[in-house]
């Protein structure tokens, strides 16, 4: 070919190797899309419904009520109305006792091991005189129970059968991220196996009790769910499905599992021992927030502030009011909520190493733990017998917002109080004062201040003045009301 020739016709051959280029560029994305597309498709859940369901199952409860004596239900009790329905219900029961009726009630549960061990709700079988577990295949069986665990309400139940049954495992609820999706497994008001999904919307929630740890999830959660797992896409139970939070008694999205964290160690112990075994420190203790340790002089708002020591492992071992808890068995203590999980998920007996903060020196004591459950059965009641003060008027002062006067007799008396407690009573509380918004009122009684004890109103204005010398803003007192201790740091102003 000639050279002009040849010339003429690069153009088209570079032509056309950009169109080639440039279709293969666009078959490359279209497919890449494709790809993506079907990455993002969600997968049907019905593979892992079908391979755990055979695992959750409807509880039936039936309970024995007593027969009514009144028109309870009918009219509001003290109506005008309420005779004329009482006799009227005399006429139709022609004299005879109120007949006891038969209650019952439905909840859900998954079961952990071929030999029949189930895990559902306190809430759900508690009072029951009999418990009938129905399985996904339909069969029914009789249920007695192992032990429960009001504190994290979950119970274990036991069913006796001649086959082995489908089960499901726990799995790490820690591991479980906010935004893992999840699937919830049950018997909503009633209507059978029913599934439903969502993620995990939040760890780590407390609702009211001592040893909270839930997981909220926004599947479906309606009555009748109680007791239910809460599944990850493992197939591994990361919960048990306990409350939910709503204006109307339906889902809105707004529901707890207890994790399965807290969960195994309660069913471990409950398949042991028949009841929880969970240890117990001995102190009260509040959280050390931002004014009390400016009050305390401590760098860092953390650990957990003891503000009682009775009878018990604690005391034995030397721990004292005042003293703020840093570290426990090791494991820094961030807050009074995770100081007690932590308390209470070790072994009774054991022997573990705190380290607190006293008089802003850290100190090591070792504390042989007791047993909380034995803690809280032990009644302890106290009589005064002391007999009125007649000496002459108690002294009054007013001192940061407080109205104070010592304790005498009639005030320990008057107020509850321990007749060997010393201290200053409150008598009046100035409504604009910090004191008043931090919560202290009348009949409060203050019996440190600055760490040390006050028994006198000079007392306290001593612990004032050694405050405002030291350079501190606030003083820290200890208040006690009905017994019940806390810190409070109030301000000392200029």
Do not use: C
């Not at 006796?160 to 909503?188: C, H, K, Q, Y």
């Not at 426990?328 to 705190?354: C, H, K, M």
């Not at 002294?395 to 060997?420: F, M, Q, V, W």
């Amino acid at each position: 070919m000639q050279p002009q020739a040849q010339a003429q016709a690069r153009p088209f051959q570079e032509a056309f190797v950009f169109r080639a280029l440039l279709l293969s560029l666009l078959t490359i994305a279209f497919i890449a899309v494709q790809a993506v597309t079907a990455f993002a498709k969600p997968e049907s859940l019905a593979p892992l419904a079908e391979q755990i369901s055979p695992s959750v199952v409807n509880i039936t409860t039936s309970t024995v009520v007593a027969g009514r004596t009144g028109p309870q239900g009918i009219v509001p009790e003290g109506s005008p109305f309420e005779d004329f329905f009482r006799e009227f219900q005399d006429r139709n029961n022609d004299g005879e006792e109120p007949r006891a009726r038969r209650s019952s009630a439905l909840g859900s549960g998954f079961v952990i091991s071929e030999d029949g061990f189930v895990v559902t709700n306190n809430h759900v079988i508690e009072g029951a005189d009999e418990i009938t577990i129905e399985f996904f295949s339909g069969e029914e069986l009789i249920a007695k129970v192992i032990g429960t665990d009001p504190k994290t309400d979950i119970a274990l139940l036991k069913v006796e059968t001649d086959t082995p049954l489908p089960f499901v495992s726990f799995g790490d609820s820690n591991a479980s991220r906010v935004g893992d999706w999840v699937i919830a497994m049950g018997n909503p008001l009633g209507q059978g196996f029913s599934v439903s999904a969502g993620i995990v919307s939040a760890r780590n929630r407390a609702l009211s009790g001592t040893y909270d740890d839930y997981i909220q999830t926004d599947a479906a959660i309606n009555r009748g769910n109680s007791g239910g797992p809460l599944f990850n896409m493992d197939g591994d139970v990361i919960g048990v499905n306990t409350a939910i939070l709503s204006p109307n008694g339906g889902s809105i999205g707004i529901g707890f599992s207890m994790a399965s964290n807290v969960v195994t160690r309660v069913v471990d112990q409950l398949k042991e021992f028949g009841e929880t075994r969970r240890g117990w420190l001995g102190v009260r203790i509040q959280d050390v927030t931002k004014d009390v340790a400016d009050a305390m002089g401590l760098d860092k708002a953390e650990g957990a502030l003891i503000t009682d020591v009775p009878e018990g492992p604690a005391k034995e071992a030397g721990l004292m009011t005042g003293d703020v808890i840093v570290s426990f068995d090791g494991v820094s203590v961030a807050d009074t909520r995770g100081l007690v999980r932590q308390v209470g998920n070790s072994p009774v007996g054991a022997a573990v190493r705190v380290t607190v903060l006293r008089e802003g020196k850290s100190q090591t004591i070792k504390v042989v733990l007791g047993r909380r459950e034995d803690a809280d059965s032990e009644a302890s009641a106290e009589t005064d017998d002391g007999a009125p003060d007649e000496g002459s008027e108690p002294e009054n002062k007013s001192i940061l917002g407080l109205t104070l006067t010592p304790l005498t007799d009639a005030l320990r008396e008057e107020l509850g109080a321990d007749a060997t407690m010393e201290g200053l009573a409150v008598t009046e509380v100035d409504e604009a004062s910090e004191a008043y918004e931090k919560g202290l009122r009348s009949g409060d009684i203050i019996t440190e201040a600055g760490q040390q004890k006050v028994s006198a109103i000079d007392d306290l204005e001593a612990r004032v003045k050694a405050a405002k010398d030291g350079g501190r803003k606030s003083l820290l007192l200890l208040v006690r009301r009905a017994g019940d201790p806390r810190f409070v740091a109030l301000s000392l102003g200029d």
